[in-house]
């Protein structure tokens, strides 16, 4: 099935003969749908801390930043905004010229709170002889619309959603680049310095790093700190194999395999390169103003002293462990602490001998931790956290997406319906051990939860393979624990009419 160009082909991007054949056995295999236990929800996986105890925890927080450790912020940011002006570029090439939609309608009158609205006018005189209101008053929407998507404007239809301009300040509009870059000031810098790492798109990633030189210097004379800003890419070695129906490798025109991006999941090999004690993850485009950034910061830094408090208490037990002289009531604590705080159980643990019993509960205790914010459902698409059953019979909290999850289990689907919390990518890891030595995360992904999901390319159906989640099956062997946090500090844009939403105003 495979010639010598294809192997010389797969050999090039840096992956084997082997991980090629397994993906092709996966599609025609399928993933496994998850057995469930049941949806996480306060006092069943998901802890709310009160006033007193959030307190105490980013006193925690503080005092661990205060100690030399080095904090990164992790921000996924791969990717053309081209999704978010879906219904925009349909306007473009309807047969019809003035907003006729609700979305059409909505965007036109609405255009001047947008916070690219000055530039986009700038650009609109310069190449139509006229600004957005004489355009949009001789009726001639499109070419507003054109001069903001295409390259001969502003080129939003291309650009990275990092790049556009989301919110107005006096002093000029920012793009949720800086909008991040604030945030590391304001929550995860330590030793006078914010260390930012952004993941960027190929084709993106000098217009990144030409815009970063251009405005890093404005924030670090309002917040006094050094910035210290990387990047990277998703590695060629993380694409999958794509398919035609029948699970035969799908080839271009030219006769050569197609390989795909393979997802966030790709992520994690980009995480594990980060030289960190603590990283946090959060969605390039999920931002706000800074006169809304309070809770923001204020549940960053909880789930951060929650994180170290726990990391804390696991590297305790681990050197007890190590000692080999440790007693029965203190095996007692440490299985108390594996399964209330840390949320994982086994069922037959009593059954297990003292010798025994210590590889589990070393096992368990070492291995990167997470700690992730989950706000109320409120009907947005995506995952939430669950209690799931794992490959070695364990219990432990997970975050599900609907594909993972059995749509013919009537018990399952009902979980999933009627799940109290959502996950908005909200995280903060330890990828460091009790030796403070880094773990290799690759080690800990569950390999059978990939996605498989139908696409086309030049017309013709394909399947595509995903790997992984990032915050999915390729954190699945960590230790997880949910913090219910404030619908306040989600607030993605998925579309551009988004940015009307107060919370971006």
Known sequence: MLSQEDLKQIAGKGISEEQVTNQLEEFK?????????????????????????????IDSWNAYKAEGKKVVKFVPASGAASRMFKDVFAFLNADYSEPTTDFEKKFFDNITKFAFYDALDEVCKKNEGKGIADLISAGNYKAVVANMLESKGMNYGQLPKGLLLFHKYPEGSRTPMEEH?????????????????FT????????????????????????????????????????TIAANPDNTPFRNSDGSLLFRPGGHGALIQNLN???????????????????LKGDTVTYKQLIAGILVTLQKKAFEYLNILDT????????EEIIRFVQRDLCCRKSDIKELEDAELVIYLRNKLNRPMRVCGVVKNVGEPGGGPFLT????????????ESSQIDKSNTEYMKMFTEGTHFNPV?????????????????????KSTGFISSKSKNGKDLKAL???????????????????????????VKTVNDLLREQHQ
């Open 426 to 446: 909200d995280l903060v890891c330890a990828i460091k051990n009790y030796k403070g030595e880094p773990f290799n995360l690759p080690d800990y992904v569950d």
């Open 466 to 492: 995903e790997l992984p989640g990032l915050w999915n099956g390729a954190m699945s062997d960590w230790n997880t624990v949910f913090v219910e946090v404030p619908l306040s500090t989600f607030n993605p």
């Open 29 to 57: 295999n399928g993933f496994p749908f998850l057995r469930l236990e049941a949806a996480a929800g306060i006092g069943h996986g998901v802890v709310a801390p009160d006033a007193d105890e959030q307190a105490k925890y």
């Open 181 to 197: 870059l604030v945030e590391g000031a304001l929550y995860a810098s330590s030793n006078g310095e914010a260390n930012v790492h």
């Open 200 to 239: 960027v798109s190929h084709e993106h990633i000098e217009l990144f790093e030409k815009k970063v030189e251009e405005k890093k210097n404005l924030y670090v004379d309002k917040y006094g700190i050094k910035y210290n800003i990387s990047f990277s890419e998703q590695k060629p070695s993380t694409d």
């Open 273 to 291: 390169d980060i030289d960190a004690d603590v990283v946090f993850i959060k969605n390039i485009d999920n931002v706000v103003p800074d006169r």
């Open 324 to 331: 080999g002289s440790y007693t029965h009531e203190q095996l």
């Open 389 to 400: 059953y794992n490959q070695d019979g364990t219990v432990s909290l997970q975050i599900l």
